[in-house]
């Protein structure tokens, strides 16, 4: 018969998922495989086409609820091991709402810098291109009328795109987070966010395109991470996400319509999705926390190693 001392031992060495963030990761990817295959199944059972915006939608908001909130807290158990439902969803950042306000106004100012870095993209674009910044260009340019009802369904489709989110900053990189510093950890699930879009590659796009995309993801990533670890809410990412998808098409429209693949990739990777809103959005994120935002960083049990 089994001494206590023997039981504790087994329950000591059992393996917990949470506890490997290397491996949850494998596991989050291959769960958003498995999420994306019943959701296709889900729109063709329903009869709709997944080329249609009611199947788009359906497919995608089978895919996110499938994955957050089933298959990661019932299956993998994470970002922390077994915990009550109400725990998990608090662990994730997405019942964290307070200060909404300032949350929101964050978030907000936050895209403000993303749409001019994207406005930006399509000035220097055409400067290079030698031809004049008229008054035309700039109303076309900052017309966003095309991304909103009734021409558009944008408003509807990118809502379940917030979801990512939670996947990416409140279960990845909350797990990457019990073993690793803040700095390594956002490093990480960026590096995860970005390479998660090497999938597109099955949908048929450009090889350039999609590693312009796992470039630019990883570093907006990088963003993502650190306002999830100063904030500890997910409020801001996923409005200032929803608001990104809702109005990249007209935002970038210049581009999309006389560049190259090559240098539309470039030019997300520089102004549109990169480097310049990044740093730029980081930058003002630190600022607004450390005034307006004071002792809402990340739970003392996961701060290895605070962000200067």
């Not at 409020?235 to 560049?259: D, E, K, W």
Request: hydrophobic share 50%; net charge positive.
């Amino acid at each position: 018969m089994e001494s206590q001392e023997d039981k504790s031992q087994i329950t000591r060495r059992k393996f917990q998922l949470h506890k490997h963030p290397w491996l949850s990761l494998l596991a989050v990817v291959i769960t958003i495989v498995v999420s994306t295959i019943l959701a296709i199944s889900l729109v063709f059972a329903l009869g709709l086409s997944p080329f249609a915006s009611s199947g788009q939608f359906t497919n995608d908001i089978a895919f996110q609820f499938l994955t957050v909130f089933i298959f990661v807290p019932f299956v993998l158990r994470l970002p922390k091991g077994k915990r009550t439902y109400r725990q998990y969803l608090d662990d994730i950042g997405l019942t964290r709402v307070q200060p909404f306000i300032r949350l929101v106004l964050l978030a907000l100012s936050c895209y403000v810098i993303l749409a001019l870095s994207q406005v930006a993209a399509s000035f220097v674009y055409r400067f290079f291109e030698g031809l004049p910044i008229t008054w035309d260009f700039v109303s076309r340019v900052f017309d966003v009328s095309g991304d909103l009802p009734p021409g558009s369904p944008s408003l509807l489709i990118s809502f379940p795109s917030i979801f990512e989110e939670a996947v990416f900053r409140g279960i990845v990189l909350t797990v990457f987070l019990g073993k690793y510093s803040q700095r390594n950890s956002i490093i990480f699930s960026a590096l995860g966010f970005g390479l998660m879009h090497l999938l597109n590659l099955a949908g048929g796009r450009e090889l350039v395109w999609v590693l312009g995309q796992v470039v630019w993801s990883f570093i907006l990533g990088l963003f993502y991470g650190y306002i999830f670890v100063k904030t500890r809410s997910l409020l801001p990412l996923m409005i200032f996400h929803y608001l990104g998808n809702v109005f990249i098409g007209s935002l970038t429209g210049y581009m999309q319509s006389r560049a190259s693949i090559e240098m539309q990739a470039l030019y997300g990777i520089i102004f549109s999705l990169g480097i310049v809103p990044t740093t730029l959005m980081i930058l003002w994120t630190r600022f607004f926390t450390s005034r307006w935002l004071p002792g809402k960083e990340m739970d003392s049990n996961v701060q290895n190693s605070p962000i200067k």
